[in-house]
């Protein structure tokens, strides 16, 4: 049973950091790609960032230069870190394995992302 839980959310100012990590179990960790998504209220669930299983990483534009994704296969752990955090980056963050057809059956709980301008 895959099961993915995300931590590390929370307040912070516009201009402040955060890193968020997402725990996996269930799967074979170390050769699935990962993803970080984000949902603000009212809008889509979109997919932030992903990392392959040779460290290859893709942005969406909006946060190119201020989050890197990462991951720890020993840990079975992808991280986010994000900098330089904005008010438009509130949202809820989830990771997923975008690649799985399967996927929309692995959401977790999500961690709250709370910017402050």
């Known amino acids: 049973q895959v099961q993915l839980v995300e931590s590390g959310g929370g307040l912070v100012q516009a201009g402040g950091s955060l890193r968020l990590s997402c725990a996996a179990s269930?799967?074979?960790?170390?050769?699935?790609?990962m993803g970080w998504y984000r949902q603000a209220p009212g809008k889509q669930r979109e997919l932030v960032a992903s990392?392959?299983?040779?460290?290859?990483?893709n942005y969406i534009d909006s946060v190119k230069g201020r989050f890197t994704i990462s991951r720890d296969n020993a840990k079975k752990t992808v991280y986010l870190q994000m900098n330089s955090l904005k008010p438009e980056d509130t949202a809820v963050y989830y990771c997923?394995?975008?690649?799985?057809?399967?996927?929309?059956?692995?959401w977790g709980q999500g961690t709250q992302v709370t910017v402050s301008s």
């Open positions: 269930g799967i074979i960790f170390s050769v699935r790609t």
């Open positions: 990392i392959n299983n040779v460290g290859d990483t």
């Open positions: 997923n394995l975008p690649l799985s057809s399967n996927y929309n059956k692995y």
